[in-house]
T-cell receptor
Framework: DGGITQSPKYLFRKEGQNVTLSCEQN?????MYWYRQDPGQGLRLIYY???????QKGDIAEGYSVSREKKESFPLTVTSAQKNPTAFYLC?????????FGEGSRLTVL | DAKTTQPPSMDCAEGRAANLPCNHS???????VYWYRQIHSQGPQYIIH???NNETNEMASLIITEDRKSSTLILPHATLRDTAVYYC??????????????FGQGTELSVKP
């Protein structure tokens, strides 16, 4: 089936550890996005990539890093520099504005 | 980027039309209006989009005012499964390759029996 796959769905980590969230798409989309969502809040853009080997910071990029070595993959690393990493993370891909979202990864830092 | 303003919450009776408003008074001429919805703890789902003409698909209708400063999403016969947060977004075009999409707070629609 075509779509966006995020993994893991749930993740627990100790404070100070880096963690990488996976996002894979087989929709042949050039653009991919990472959003963060906190309880009762809207989505905030972390990073986006419009083409392989290129990406731009969104509104809340501090403490996060990404790579885009393949069209299908856009992993997000939550580093120890991110002050409040516990959140719901959503990956999306698309073109011309219509985005397809994954089911999300819920990260809890203990 | 054009900003959008939506009411934080709305109620609708099951079977009635749900009309969700959105203000985007700073929209530029080449920016589209997109609507998404998010059911609790799931990824958002695309609903519909438009530039200046009214649009309709199997899920909803989108009415954009002539000056394009506001729009209304209409769910013609709301069901309990339409209970969700609805986001109105103005797309910032960038080389027609998706661009930066900014989500606001959205409207939490509660459909009641």
């Amino acid at each position: 089936d075509g779509g966006i796959t995020q993994s893991p769905k749930y993740l627990f980590r100790k404070e100070g550890q880096n963690v990488t969230l996976s996002c894979e798409q087989n929709l042949n989309h050039d653009a991919m996005y990472w959003y963060r969502q906190d309880p009762g809040q809207g989505l905030r853009l972390i990073y986006y990539s419009q083409i392989v080997n290129d990406f731009q910071k969104g509104d809340i990029a501090e403490g996060y890093s990404v790579s885009r070595e393949k069209k299908e993959s856009f992993p997000l690393t939550v580093t120890s520099a991110q002050k409040n990493p516990t959140a719901f993370y959503l990956c999306a891909s698309g073109a011309t504005g219509e985005l397809f979202f994954g089911e999300g990864s819920r990260l809890t830092v203990l | 980027d054009a900003k959008t303003t939506q009411p934080p919450s709305m109620d609708c009776a099951e079977g009635r039309a749900a009309n969700l408003p959105c203000n985007h008074s700073t929209i530029s001429g080449n920016e589209y209006v997109y609507w998404y919805r998010q059911i609790h703890s799931q990824g958002p789902q695309y609903i519909i989009h438009g530039l200046k003409n009214n649009e309709t698909n199997e899920m909803a209708s989108l009415i954009i005012t002539e000056d394009r400063k506001s729009s209304t999403l209409i769910l013609p016969h709301a069901t309990l499964r339409d209970t969700a947060v609805y986001y109105c977004i103005v797309r910032v075009a960038f080389n027609n390759q998706g661009g930066k999409l900014i989500f606001g707070q959205g409207t939490e629609l509660s459909v009641k029996p």
